[in-house]
């Protein structure tokens, strides 16, 4: 079992910077891929960015490629999600998931709360 809980949103203008982190309860938080997916109003949960167990492998949307880093401590049994750059489009609820692969949400086990990021223009 995992607990996930997100921190770090907030209200930030266009081109500003935020980081998310994702704090996970549990012994085997560094066998998990983890991830990052956000909704916005009115969509469907999209993913934004993941990374492997021990950090080696990441992968990004193309919405973010370039602006957005994923990396994790599994010392500290975090995930952090650092957005540059960011964009109107950028605001949605951002999750945090812990789970095998992949970018759809149905392979993630385990989801945190959310936090709220708002970029204005």
């Known amino acids: 079992q995992v607990q996930l809980v997100e921190s770090g949103g907030g209200l930030v203008q266009a081109g500003d910077s935020l980081r998310l982190s994702c704090a996970a309860s549990?012994?085997?938080?560094?066998?998990?891929?983890m991830a990052w997916f956000r909704q916005a109003p009115g969509k469907e949960r999209e993913f934004v960015a993941r990374?492997?167990?021990?950090?080696?492998?990441?992968s990004y949307a193309e919405s973010v490629k370039g602006r957005f880093i994923i990396s994790r401590n599994n010392a500290k049994n975090t995930v952090y999600l650092q957005m540059n750059s960011l964009k109107p489009e950028d605001t949605a609820i951002y999750y945090c998931a812990a789970g095998q692969s992949g970018r759809i949400p149905t392979t993630y086990d385990y989801w945190g709360q959310g936090t709220q990021v708002t970029v204005s223009s």
């Open positions: 990374i492997t167990s021990i950090g080696v492998i990441t």
């Open positions: 549990g012994r085997t938080f560094s066998a998990y891929v």
